[in-house]
């Protein structure tokens, strides 16, 4: 028998979670599965690829950083495609991109189509960081949504540890990512034809889910909306679901005219809170730990293959706390996970920075420059880097998702999911970009700025974010805007007026 909560005049169900619901959302999933093997799968080519086609710095950094212009663009332009078209036909359309992407830039001519494919590659990305949690969001019973929406972001880091692996196997069999290995082809190459494999996968699987609920009940296919509902998201009472999701949608419709807008700064407040989660995600400087953590571990007195395999350790850090989150999102709740998170990035990013004012600078005779840190400095910025994707890796890398992908009314969610995850690439490509230039102004600063970041979202949360755990999609329509304790200062300032 469904447990019942009452909440005012209607009762939430805790509805069954079925096998069906967990496999059409780790189905959903594999698009995060390339996402992050999209993005990763460059990092073993990089230095083959620029001999290949003679590649100074600039040309190679532009051509690694790419990828990032498609993924902004592609989460753009998914939601508007999936409120019209449905989010399984976007699912597909990643796939088919991932797949041209993959095929073009192993079998590349030159510098300019392997951007031209890096940018289809990035669009399929950018269209499954938008598409993927709002369907698993869509799908999931509430009870169990955290958990299923954060299988997003353990695709991604799994995406992450079997690209390294990939690379790691072909450069290893070829005897150096330059080498020639199977049919001719250099091993770099193959690099980026193993994505078709797993490209294939997700366009077959994409094909057999069915449509997201609620994008069905906005259409008016009210009979395949019951059939999901029941069929595959365990939902008993359909006729009950269904009549809130349809009052939401014509509630959401009378409220709005134009979608996003609103009155702060042209967005309604939700938007705003879902952007600064995007951007806060990746401000804390999380990607400087993947894109340079070689170059960081050499600093710290690791040889070359240490440091490559400490990065490959590094993943499966990450992959082991996301199981953690995983485990702890849905008895824990979203919120104080992210306040938990804020605080000990803050702490080991400044621990970081504290340890690298302590370093010195050598300058080879070829003037490049090189930085090491001495002992117990060294060790010290090892552990504090570590315990720095230990929080993040548990906090703010899934629970991000999640939210995105739950805390938008329904009429919006796709929209507004696209408008933030383009503003997460976008923080994304500013962050890459701009590290090597704050490491010049000293190592100390940049981790510094990150940590003020970290502790920046901490107080964003704290204010801005509210609870999600355990509420309906419907439910959190009219309540997620703004915090509790935002809103209770809003009601004490209104009553003393």
Partial sequence: ?????????????????????????????????????????INGAVDALAGEFALGKGLTGFAVASALLGCALGAWFAGPLANKRGRVPVMVVAAVLFLVSALGSGLAFGVVDLILWRVVGGLGVGAASVIAPAYIAEVSPAQVR?????????????????????????????????????LGLEAWRWMFLAEAVPAIAYGLFSLRLPESPRFLVARGRLDEAARVLHDFTGVDRVNLVIEDIRLSVQSERRESLSDLRGSALGLKPIVWVGILLSVFQQAVGINVIFYYSTTLWKSVGFGESDALLITVLTSVTNIAVTIVAIMLVDKVGRRPMLLVGSLGMTVSLGLMALCFSFSTVTVAADGIEAVSLG??????????????????????????????????????????????????????????????????????????????????????????????????LEQMSDAVEVAPRRRAAVAREAGDA
Avoid: H
Avoid at 151 to 170: E, K, N, P, R
């Fill in 146 to 182: 955290g958990r299923l929406g954060s299988m997003q972001q353990l695709a991604i880091v799994l995406g992450i540890f079997v690209a390294l692996l990939s690379d790691a196997m072909f450069a290893g069999l070829a005897g150096g990512a330059s080498n020639e290995f199977w």
């Fill in 375 to 472: 002992a117990p400095w060294s060790t010290l910025a090892l552990i504090a880097a570590n315990a720095f994707v230990v929080f993040f890796g548990a906090t703010w890398g899934p629970l991000t998702w999640v939210l995105l992908g739950e805390m938008f009314p329904n009429r919006i969610r796709a929209s507004a999911l696209a408008v933030a995850a383009a503003a997460q690439w976008a923080a994304n490509f500013v962050v890459s970009t701009t590290f090597p230039a704050l490491a010049a102004v000293g190592l100390t600063f940049a981790y510094g700025l990150y940590a003020l970041m970290a502790l920046l979202s901490f107080l964003f949360v704290r204010t801005y974010v509210a609870e999600t755990k355990g509420k309906t």
């Fill in 1 to 41: 028998m469904a447990e019942q909560q009452g909440t005012g005049d209607r009762s939430v169900l805790k509805d069954r979670v079925t096998g069906r619901v967990v496999g059409i959302s780790v189905a959903a999933a594999l698009g995060g599965f390339l996402f992050g093997f999209d993005t990763a799968v």
